[in-house]
């Protein structure tokens, strides 16, 4: 009477659990700055992601979700802005003053700027 009609066996009754989408890219905890709760026509909770880059006007995604939902998109997006950096980085030098060897500076030593040792 070992055999049975019915299969018994919970562990293929349930459903194998999806895996959560991972935030690799970003290099600093989210600030509360970053989002925007509003409302959308259902009255539903949904936020909005601000992003500011230097040079470029602040602008606003969503609407998302959740929080992490939009740190999702984030960090999609920073993947790819990450891309265009590393890939402008390769142009650097045609924009920055030219590398002189220090023993080429007629006796001039090398400046060193750093910003606690500027202030006052």
Request: charged residues 30%; proline residues 5%.
């Amino acid at each position: 009477m070992a055999a049975s009609l019915i299969d018994t066996d919970k562990s293929k009754a349930v459903a194998p659990r999806k895996e959560r989408e991972r935030i690799e890219i970003m290099e600093v905890q989210p600030q509360q700055e970053w989002f925007r709760r509003s409302r959308d026509q259902f009255g539903r909770s949904v936020w909005f992601v601000r992003v500011h880059v230097t040079g470029l006007r602040i602008r606003r995604y969503g609407p998302f979700p959740t929080k992490h939902r939009g740190l999702l998109f984030l960090d999609h997006m920073l993947n790819e802005v990450a891309d265009a950096l590393s890939s402008a980085e390769f142009d650097l030098e045609r924009y920055q003053v030219p590398r002189r060897r220090f023993g080429l500076r007629a006796g001039h030593y090398p400046v060193v700027e750093d910003e606690l040792c500027s202030q006052r």
